[in-house]
C-alpha cells in the first residue's frame, strides 16, 4: 500500500518557472524524503525533512512539511530541462513508503 | 566511488521459471532493500536487510520471492514460478546503517515475464 499522494499526477511548464509539487501521507512520520527519478529508473535522493522542521532548501529546492495537515511541498526554483523527471516523496518508516509520484515536463 | 549496481540490467523469462536478481550495495553499507516498481506506479518495499539478516520481509507478496545476503554485502533476490504479474523494474537500495534514512538506490534490474 502507498502512503504518499502526490498532486500534480503531471506539470508542464516552461524553463525558467518554478515547479510546485505536493505530497499527502496518512500516518505519523519521523521524516519525509523527496526523490527524483529520471526515465523510469535511478531513484536519485533530493532533500529530506525532519518531523520537527518545517522547512528546508538545498540549492534550487525548497521544502515544506506540515505535519497537522500530513502534507510536504517540494519546490524548484528556475527550473531547468534537466529537471524533467518524475517526483515522489516517501515516509520513513524504516522502509521508505511511496506516493505514485509528479511527472514533471520542463520545455525549453 | 561506486554505486549501488544490479545485474542483470535486463531480464526476459518465460512464465514459471526461475530467475535470481543481484545487487551489490555501496561499500560498507549495512542496509539494504529491496523494491518493486510497475510501471506509472511508485517503489513498493519488498524487503529490507540489516547486516546478513533480513530485519523486515513485510513486503514480499508471497511465498515465490526469496532474498539472502549470506555475507552482508551482496543480496540476491530469487523469485520461483513467475508470474506474468512480476514483471517490473525490481530497484535495490543501500543506506550506511539502520538510523541512516537516506537510500541510495541501484539502476535496477527491468524483469519481464512472457
Known amino acids: 500500500s502507498q502512503q504518499g499522494e502526490e498532486d500534480p499526477q503531471a506539470l508542464s511548464i516552461q524553463e525558467g518557472e518554478n515547479a510546485t509539487m505536493n505530497c499527502s501521507y496518512k500516518t505519523s512520520i519521523n521524516n519525509l524524503q523527496w526523490y527524483r527519478q529520471n526515465s523510469g529508473r535511478g531513484l536519485v535522493h533530493l532533500i529530506l525533512?525532519?518531523?520537527n522542521e518545517r522547512e528546508k532548501h538545498s540549492g534550487r529546492l525548497r521544502v515544506t512539511l506540515d505535519t497537522s495537515k500530513k502534507s510536504s511541498s517540494l519546490l524548484i526554483t528556475a527550473s531547468r530541462a534537466a529537471d524533467t523527471a518524475s517526483y515522489f516523496c516517501?515516509?520513513?518508516?524504516?522502509?521508505?513508503?511511496w506516493g505514485l509520484g509528479t511527472s514533471l515536463a520542463v520545455n525549453p | 566511488g561506486a554505486g549501488v549496481s544490479q545485474t542483470p540490467s535486463n531480464k526476459v523469462t518465460e512464465k514459471g521459471k526461475y530467475v535470481e536478481l543481484r545487487c551489490d550495495p555501496i561499500?560498507?553499507?549495512?542496509?539494504l532493500y529491496w523494491y518493486r516498481q510497475s510501471l506509472g506506479q511508485g517503489p513498493e518495499f519488498l524487503i529490507y536487510f540489516q547486516g546478513t539478516g533480513a530485519a523486515d520481509d513485510s513486503g514480499l507478496p508471497n511465498d515465490r520471492f526469496f532474498a539472502v545476503r549470506p555475507e552482508g554485502s551482496v543480496s540476491t533476490l530469487k523469485i520461483q514460478r513467475t508470474e506474468r504479474g512480476d514483471s517490473a523494474v525490481y530497484l535495490c537500495?543501500?543506506?550506511?546503517?539502520?538510523?541512516?534514512?537516506?537510500?541510495?538506490f541501484g539502476p535496477g534490474t527491468r524483469l519481464l515475464v512472457l
Open positions: 516517501a515516509t520513513d518508516d524504516r522502509k521508505l513508503i
Open positions: 561499500s560498507g553499507h549495512t542496509a
Open positions: 525533512i525532519r518531523s
Open positions: 537500495a543501500s543506506s550506511e546503517g539502520p538510523h541512516q534514512e537516506t537510500q541510495y
